[in-house]
């Protein structure tokens, strides 16, 4: 009896993210990194000091700017 090699059907690989999200995100990331990246919507928003923190902001106007970005986990 011969053994049967297991094949799976590989999934095209699509991304999950665009690139215009990737920018927002690199934009926001220097934006952290130079101290201008405030949290908050106006008057004295403090400036942001966690990486996650800087990551969301920059999905979150990637979100607005129609780039492709998964909807937020509920």
Do not use: D
Request: net charge positive.
């Amino acid at each position: 009896m011969a053994k049967k090699k297991a094949t799976r059907k590989k999934a095209a690989s699509k991304r999950k993210y665009g690139k215009a999200a990737g920018k927002k995100v690199k934009s926001a990331m220097h934006r952290k990194k130079k101290g201008t990246l405030k949290s908050g919507r106006g008057g004295k928003g403090g400036t942001v000091k966690s990486r996650k923190q800087a990551i969301a902001i920059g999905l979150s106007e990637a979100r607005k700017s129609g780039a492709k970005v998964p909807k937020k986990k509920k």
